[in-house]
């Protein structure tokens, strides 16, 4: 009879076209021919999908109790002069609407600070980092375990990119896209009543450390068709505040594959949104939410021209470009006038493209596949032509930059911003992002480990005494003294400030040594697992 049960429920999924789901009821259904069959028989009610399609209160399923998930974003407090850390959280916000669609029984509460998030008692949490927050993300972690002792998951990007950086502060970790493996993780913890690794084996996508001996349940599919994700209630994400501008996403992953970036390794696959789907996001934004401004966070939105072609015409169609400017990011070997025309046409307030360098040599080292210094310049130019205002991307410090390599990139930046071509400049030391080729380069001269100080991957304010005082930034470059490197870059950002004074951002003249050290995050534990 509980069998034939499962069949019918595993059929529904099946017909209804949700493998996913189908993949959690698999589980539960494993649950129910071993243990608490009435646990799994509540699960596969919370699962029907006729109660996917409307959500239900759990007190009309007749259940109990409900999973309350804790859902944050590992975030700094301290420090945050570019506002980086304010921004709305798509990536954990994309998770939490996934879950409530498919799993309507769980609670999932998002908070900006652990402390709320901990008063508010949830029966399990999830954690998600990149690598330069994942110290925090750990810190946090303890503090749960400490004053609540529940489950603790972690994902995002990070982990994603080094699961082997696990510690056991954290009871398992998802691993890349999120969506599709916490829902079955989430199905098998309240099965289960808890963690049951037995049951955890089955789940594609976690990792975890059992006995001291790590163990990945094999790799998870990408979700194909990025539209059965929900749209997103921006107003209900953590650092929502009422404002002007938004954030939107069109697509997962990117064509290229550059040495230094972890986009590719954490979505593989290409993969876009249909029109419509976007087109409506935008539309309820604009309409609705009275936003003006939109930057579109696709990692390379206009990878797929047709796709973009397209959207610009709908966009344009409904009058979405008449009251609203959007910001895109772009690449140099794919600008050309039919792309320019079209970002006209979108009303594009301003591009941002990674033109990283301006020497050959570096621009190969980085796999910049189909750019050269004199692409990224003809790029530079037809923006300029068309009057679309670029702010460019410029990476210093690779292993084999020589003098003439920086000399010339940042002539070149100079050139630029005198001709007006450059609106604005981004930098960053090179940093080896696991995942990356450089982590393994950098892996191989002993200057990384799974115990960093996650702290050093901070990019977004160069802090020149700590460059000198305790190598605590990256410094990957053999071919210049750290010393003849800085004092290269201090020349020129001060004649780019003699040009225009907001350049860009992350430049602080030199501060006498006798300021007090910064706070440090680096995490308290000394972690059992293996380095
Ligand atoms: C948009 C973006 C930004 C925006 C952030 C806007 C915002 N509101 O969130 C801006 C421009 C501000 C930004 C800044 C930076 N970014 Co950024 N950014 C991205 C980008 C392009 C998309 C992030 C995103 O939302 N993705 C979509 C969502 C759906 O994915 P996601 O967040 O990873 O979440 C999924 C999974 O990871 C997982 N997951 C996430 N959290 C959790 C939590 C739990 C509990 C679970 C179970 C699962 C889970 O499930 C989610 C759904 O599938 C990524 C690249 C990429 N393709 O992802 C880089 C990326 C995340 N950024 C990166 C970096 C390095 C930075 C900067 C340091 C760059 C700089 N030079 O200053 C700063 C630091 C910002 C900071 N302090 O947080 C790196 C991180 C690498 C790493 N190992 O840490 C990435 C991967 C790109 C790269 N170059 O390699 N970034
Ligand atoms: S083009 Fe951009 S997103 Fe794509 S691999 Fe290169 S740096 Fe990463």
Not at 247 to 271: A, E, I
Not at 274 to 303: C, F, K, M, P, W
Not at 479 to 485: A, Q, V, Y
Request: aromatic share 10%.
């Amino acid at each position: 009879m509980r069998s034939e049960f499962i069949r019918w429920h595993v059929n529904c999924f099946a017909e209804a076209g949700l493998p996913e789901a189908y993949s959690a009821c698999e589980t539960v259904a494993a649950a129910t021919e071993t243990k608490r069959p009435q646990a799994a028989q509540k699960v596969m009610l919370w699962l029907d999908p006729e109660k996917l399609l409307s959500p239900v209160p759990p007190a009309a399923t007749g259940l109990s109790h409900r999973l309350r998930f804790g859902l944050i974003a590992a975030t700094r407090f301290d420090m945050d002069a570019y506002g980086y850390n304010r921004l709305e959280l798509l990536g954990i916000g994309t998770l939490a609407a996934y879950i409530q669609e498919r799993l309507p029984a769980v609670e999932v509460i998002m908070r900006e600070r652990i402390e709320d998030l901990i008063a508010d008692r949830p029966d399990v949490i999830g954690i998600g980092a990149i690598t330069e927050n994942y110290g925090i993300a750990i810190a946090w972690a303890m503090k749960v375990k400490r004053e609540l002792d529940i489950p603790v998951i972690v994902g995002g990007a990070h982990i994603s990119l080094l699961p082997l950086s696990l510690k056991s502060c954290f009871d398992v970790a998802v691993l890349g896209e999120g969506e599709l493996t916490t829902v079955d993780l989430l199905a098998s913890l309240i099965v289960n009543q808890g963690i049951d690794y037995e049951q955890l084996e089955r789940i594609p996508g976690l990792f975890y450390y059992r006995n001291g001996e790590p163990h990945f349940t094999g790799k998870r599919g990408l979700i194909q068709d990025l539209d059965v994700l929900p749209h997103l209630r921006r107003e209900q994400l953590p650092f929502w505040r009422p404002r002007q501008d938004a954030h939107v996403f069109t697509s997962r992953g990117c064509p290229y594959r550059c040495n230094f970036c972890s986009s590719t390794r954490l979505f593989p696959k290409y993969r876009t949104h249909s029109v419509d789907y976007v087109v409506q996001d935008i539309e309820r934004l604009v309409r609705v939410g009275g936003i003006n401004h939109i930057t579109i966070l696709d990692d390379l939105l206009v990878a797929d021209r047709r796709k973009f072609s397209a959207l610009v015409s709908r966009i344009e169609a409904k009058g979405l470009n008449q009251s609203c400017g959007y910001i895109i990011l772009l690449r140099a070997n794919i600008v050309d006038d039919e792309l320019c025309v079209l970002l006209k046409r979108l009303n594009t307030s301003g591009i941002v493209m990674g033109i990283e360098s301006f020497s050959d040599n570096l621009l190969r080292y980085y796999n910049k596949t189909g750019v050269t210094a004199a692409i990224n310049q003809a790029a530079i130019d037809k923006l300029r032509q068309h009057q679309i205002r670029a702010s460019c991307c410029f990476i210093f410090g690779a292993p084999i930059e020589t003098r003439t390599d920086l000399v010339t990139t940042l002539q070149a930046v100079h050139r630029n911003l005198q001709d007006g071509k450059i609106d604005n400049i981004y930098w960053g030391l090179l940093k080896p992002y696991p995942g990356t080729d450089m982590w393994d380069w950098a892996a191989t001269r002993g200057l990384v480990s799974y115990d960093t100080d996650w702290e050093r991957f901070m990019q977004t304010n160069f802090d020149r005494n700590r460059f000198f005082e305790d190598n605590s930034e990256f410094y990957l470059c053999e071919s210049l003294p750290k010393g003849e490197f800085l004092a290269i870059l201090d020349d020129w950002f001060r004649r780019f400030s003699a040009v225009k004074k907001d350049w860009g951002y992350g430049y602080q003249e030199p501060i006498p040594p006798s300021r007090p050290a910064r706070s440090s995050t680096r995490p308290l534990e000394t972690s059992p697992m293996p380095a």
